[in-house]
């Protein structure tokens, strides 16, 4: 919910994915990001639980129990401001059942967001605890697919108060 270019960081997940998705889940701790989600009419599942592989797994549910005939499912944090509607479209496109497709920088460095088809759901939805996609994506290596990011700043997150003062002076904003 940190202020980005005038409006919270959230919305920028929210913009990049506006009308390309059959649906969306939004799944978060926080109270003040469920209340913004539904003021917005956007799903949103509130928890706290402690793992990763939890979040990954009460999304996908949620998102299944809206689409249950979901060919592909898109793990997307709400912590990239800087990424486009144009990436997350192409990653849509390269999209199969048997894919998991992931952002990348120029160089090949693999990063979020990450498309997951259908094929991997029951993985998905059983990781080990602690456990995020990434230990599916490890798993299967031949079905990994990566897409470039139109830029590498796209690939920016911001996990701390000091990564978001250098996204702001990247951005000289």
Do not use: W
Not at 35 to 59: F, K, M
Not at 167 to 173: A, E, G, H, I, V
């Amino acid at each position: 919910m940190a202020p980005f270019r005038g409006k919270p960081m959230l919305q920028y997940a929210l913009d990049a994915t506006a009308g390309l998705f059959a649906g969306r889940v939004v799944v978060t701790r926080h109270l003040a990001v469920e209340s913004y989600c539904q003021e917005q009419q956007i799903a949103v599942v509130r928890h706290n639980l402690p793992r990763r592989s939890d979040t990954v797994r009460l999304g996908l549910t949620a998102l299944l129990a809206q689409q249950p005939d979901l060919q592909g499912c898109v793990f997307l944090p709400g912590d990239q401001p800087l990424l486009t509607q144009q990436s997350v479209e192409a990653l849509a496109l390269a999209a199969a059942p048997d894919a998991i497709v992931r952002l990348c920088a120029a160089d090949g460095t693999p990063g979020s967001p990450v498309l997951f088809g259908a094929d991997y759901f029951s993985e998905l939805l059983h990781l080990p605890d602690g456990r995020g996609g990434n230990a599916v994506a490890r798993a299967h290596p031949g079905s990994v697919c990566l897409v470039s990011a139109r830029n590498d700043a796209e690939l920016r997150d911001v996990d701390t108060r000091e990564d978001l003062n250098q996204l702001r002076q990247l951005t000289n904003r």
